[in-house]
C-alpha cells in the first residue's frame, strides 16, 4: 500500500507544479490579449474548469502530503514530507485568501490592472512555495530512486 502512496504523492505533485506553472505563467500574462468584452464569459468558463483539472487534484494530494509525512519513520525523509506540506498549505492558504477573490472579481469584469495585480501576487506569494516545494519532491525522489537502485543490485 505504502508504494502505490507514494507513486500518488510524486503523480499528484509533480503533475500539480505543471498546472501551476501553467496557469501561473502562461494563462493569467495572456488574459491581457483578451478583449474587454469576450473577458467575462472566458473568465467563467475557465473558473468551470479548473475545478476538475486544479482543485480536485489539490484536494487529494494537499492531506496526502500531510499523511505521508505523518507516516515515514525515517526521520530526513519524513523531515522532508513535513516541509512540503507546509509549504503546500501555506501556497493553498495564499491561493485561497488571496488569489480567488481577485479571480472572482475578475468574472464580472475585464480589468488589465487586476491581472498586473494577480501575476504580481502570483509571483512574491506562490512562487517560492512552488519552487520550494518542487525541489523537496525531486530530493525526495532522487532518494527513493537511489534507494531502490541499492536494492535492485543487491
Not at 35 to 63: C, N, R, W
Not at 69 to 98: P, V
Request: aromatic share 16%.
Amino acid at each position: 500500500m505504502y508504494k502505490y502512496l507514494l507513486v500518488a504523492y510524486f503523480f499528484l505533485n509533480f503533475y500539480l507544479a505543471g498546472v501551476f506553472v501553467l496557469e501561473i505563467e502562461v494563462n493569467y500574462r495572456t488574459w491581457l490579449l483578451i478583449g474587454a468584452d469576450e473577458f467575462p464569459l472566458y473568465h467563467q468558463s475557465l473558473t468551470k474548469l479548473l475545478f476538475p483539472v486544479l482543485f480536485i487534484p489539490m484536494a487529494i494530494a494537499l492531506p496526502l502530503s500531510w499523511f505521508m509525512g505523518l507516516r515515514i519513520t525515517n526521520r530526513k525523509e519524513r523531515t522532508l514530507f513535513l516541509a512540503h506540506a507546509l509549504c503546500f498549505t501555506a501556497f493553498s492558504i495564499a491561493t485561497f485568501t488571496m488569489m480567488v477573490p481577485l479571480h472572482n472579481q475578475l468574472s464580472q469584469a475585464f480589468d488589465a490592472e487586476m491581472i498586473q495585480q494577480l501575476i504580481l501576487r502570483s509571483a512574491l506569494l506562490r512562487l517560492p512555495f512552488q519552487v520550494a516545494m518542487v525541489t523537496i519532491n525531486l530530493i525526495l525522489l532522487f532518494r527513493y530512486l537511489v534507494s531502490a537502485e541499492k536494492h535492485l543490485t543487491t
